[in-house]
């Protein structure tokens, strides 16, 4: 009989996909996953430590599974990802309810682990060995039928950045074989996949050796273009130091890759960027935005942004918010600087908060103000739009356009995988409202 397995994912992409490629593998041992969490034999918490309070959710999160198995034999218990990572022995000295703590470059290992643990007794597993993990799941089919996919292509991070936690928590950069990630992109174009999205910490730096041949993201790019069924193209996350003349080529001869960038710059101020230890200027941010603005008018950005990093004064903070008018992101993620345990801004002296809390304020009236500019210029404008699934409990299906805006539409079923034409009726900051355009749709 088939033992129940429910995944709850915090975090980024990656853990999005680290959680679909678990469910592969434990399918392997006899598991089915399941979304009851009241009824599961196992219970896996996918965290993320990018930002604080990250172990307070995992606690807390902890205590409502605790109240619903209180009358009720208890699944076992497994924290995983970059806070089991980062945290593993304080999280089993503070938390006894937790069985293991297994890191994002053990997941290989999660099968026998699971098999094992009333006999072993194991609590730990968070060893970093990224290429036995990638070479394990290369023999897993990814069953993944969603319409827009992750890919996974790169892992780790070498940048070093003095405010994250990545490097620890993750390790250092490491290319899973391009042919490899051909052949997973195959079978989820197989499973209905229209969308790729390829994934990494530096997913602009991918580089791998082959013999005599180094493969880019670019050589990854113009292979996916190849397969017919696949509609769209996207990547994410990059580093401003990676974006390679190759790379920002593929914009001048792809038709599959999206016009939209997610290129994080944290500040617009030289001196916090050389604080942060971002190796990258102002000046050679810009410089790449231009130059693909030059190759496509079209191309959109959206960013990272972190208000009141150590030593940041109104200056600096200015210099930010000049950086955000010149270039309108559309998109953003803004927060408060946060300490990471282990990093090398973990120790520095915390801006106020009251001033840090102002600054998020203007900071973010004016990335939504842009945010609902582009939304509102859709407006009465038909568009292609990839829908994705039908809306629970409702008579609607969502789909995204090519700048990555969700948009919510009246429609059948039949559409579902397919690029429709949808003239935009109305919007709100976060999403477009439209119609199908009657006799305007192509298969994707």
Not at 389 to 408: D, M, S
């Given at each position: 009989?088939?033992?129940?397995?429910?995944?709850?994912?915090?975090?980024?992409?990656?853990?999005e996909?680290d959680?679909?490629?678990?469910?592969?593998?434990v399918?392997k041992?006899?598991?089915?996953?399941?979304e009851?969490?009241?009824n599961?034999?196992?219970?896996?918490?996918?965290?993320?430590?990018i930002?604080?309070?990250?172990?307070?959710?995992?606690?807390?999160?902890?205590?409502?599974?605790?109240?619903?198995?209180?009358?009720?034999?208890?699944?076992?218990?497994?924290?995983?990802?970059?806070?089991?990572?980062?945290?593993?022995?304080?999280?089993?000295?503070?938390?006894?309810?937790i069985d293991?703590?297994i890191?994002?470059?053990?997941?290989?290992?999660f099968?026998?682990?699971?098999?094992n643990?009333?006999?072993?007794?194991?609590?730990?597993?968070?060893?970093?060995?990224?290429?036995?993990?990638?070479?394990?799941f290369?023999?897993?089919?990814n069953?993944?039928n969603k319409?827009?996919?992750?890919?996974?292509?790169?892992?780790?991070?070498d940048?070093?950045?003095?405010?994250?936690?990545?490097?620890?928590?993750?390790?250092?950069?490491?290319?899973r074989p391009?042919?490899?990630i051909?052949?997973?992109?195959?079978?989820?174009?197989?499973?209905?996949?229209?969308e790729?999205?390829l994934?990494?910490?530096?997913?602009?730096?991918?580089?791998?050796?082959?013999?005599?041949?180094?493969?880019?993201?670019s050589?990854?790019?113009?292979?996916?273009?190849?397969?017919?069924e696949?509609?769209?193209?996207?990547?994410?996350?990059?580093?401003?130091?990676?974006?390679?003349?190759?790379?920002?080529?593929?914009?001048?001869?792809s038709?599959?890759?999206?016009?939209?960038?997610?290129?994080?710059?944290?500040?617009g101020?030289?001196?916090?960027?050389?604080?942060m230890?971002?190796?990258?200027?102002v000046?050679?941010?810009?410089e790449?935005?231009?130059?693909?603005?030059?190759?496509?008018?079209?191309i959109?950005?959206?960013?990272?942004?972190?208000?009141?990093?150590p030593?940041?004064?109104e200056?600096?903070?200015?210099k930010?918010?000049?950086?955000?008018?010149k270039?309108?992101?559309?998109?953003s993620?803004?927060?408060?600087?946060?300490?990471?345990?282990g990093?090398?801004s973990?120790?520095?002296?915390?801006i106020?908060?009251?001033?840090?809390?102002?600054?998020?304020?203007?900071?973010?009236?004016?990335?939504?103000s842009?945010?609902?500019?582009?939304?509102?210029?859709?407006?009465?404008?038909?568009?292609?739009?990839?829908v994705e699934?039908?809306?629970?409990?409702?008579?609607?299906?969502?789909?995204?356009?090519?700048?990555?805006?969700?948009?919510?539409i009246?429609g059948?079923?039949?559409?579902?995988?397919?690029?429709?034409?949808?003239?935009?009726?109305?919007c709100n900051?976060?999403?477009?409202?439209g119609e199908v355009?009657?006799?305007k749709?192509?298969?994707?």
């Open positions: 009989m088939n033992k129940k397995i429910f995944i709850k994912t915090f975090g980024c992409q990656m853990n996909y959680s679909n490629r678990i469910y592969d593998s399918k041992i006899g598991y089915k996953k399941t009851d969490l009241s599961t034999d196992c219970y896996v918490l996918n965290t993320c430590h930002r604080d309070k990250a172990k307070e959710k995992v606690y807390h999160e902890i205590g409502r599974v605790k109240k619903l198995y209180r009358d009720k034999h208890k699944p076992i218990i497994i924290i995983a990802g970059c806070v089991a990572q980062a945290e593993n022995q304080e999280m089993l000295k503070r938390e006894p309810y293991m703590v890191g994002p470059q053990s997941y290989h290992r099968n026998n682990l699971l098999k643990h009333m006999i072993e007794k194991k609590k730990e597993e968070t060893e970093f060995n990224t290429i036995e993990k990638f070479e394990y290369d023999e897993i089919k069953t993944s319409v827009s996919a992750f890919l996974t292509i790169q892992e780790g991070c940048k070093f950045c003095h405010f994250c936690v990545v490097p620890y928590t993750r390790g250092p950069e490491f290319s391009f042919y490899r051909i052949k997973e992109a195959e079978d989820l174009i197989k499973n209905g996949a229209r790729i999205t994934l990494g910490q530096n997913v602009n730096a991918y580089s791998y050796n082959d013999n005599s041949k180094t493969y880019k993201i050589d990854l790019i113009n292979e996916l273009e190849k397969i017919s696949l509609q769209r193209i996207r990547y994410t996350t990059s580093h401003p130091r990676d974006m390679t003349s190759d790379l920002i080529e593929c914009y001048s001869k038709k599959k890759l999206m016009p939209f960038i997610h290129l994080p710059i944290q500040s101020s030289n001196k916090i960027l050389k604080l230890n971002r190796k990258h200027t000046e050679q941010y810009i790449t935005y231009e130059k693909l603005k030059k190759i496509n008018n079209l959109e950005f959206s960013s990272d942004f972190i208000v009141s990093y030593g940041e004064t200056q600096d903070f200015e930010t918010i000049e950086l955000i008018k270039i309108k992101f559309i998109n993620f803004s927060f408060i600087f946060s300490p990471r345990p990093t090398k973990a120790q520095l002296k915390l106020d908060d009251k001033i840090s809390k102002q600054r998020l304020f203007e900071m973010q009236n004016y990335l939504f842009y945010q609902l500019e582009m939304n509102k210029s859709f407006i009465n404008k038909t568009i292609d739009v990839l699934n039908k809306i629970t409990g409702q008579n609607k299906l969502f789909g995204r356009n090519e700048y990555l805006n969700p948009v919510i009246e059948d079923e039949k559409n579902i995988g397919k690029i429709i034409e949808v003239k935009i009726k109305d900051k976060n999403s477009l409202f355009e009657k006799n749709m192509r298969a994707a």
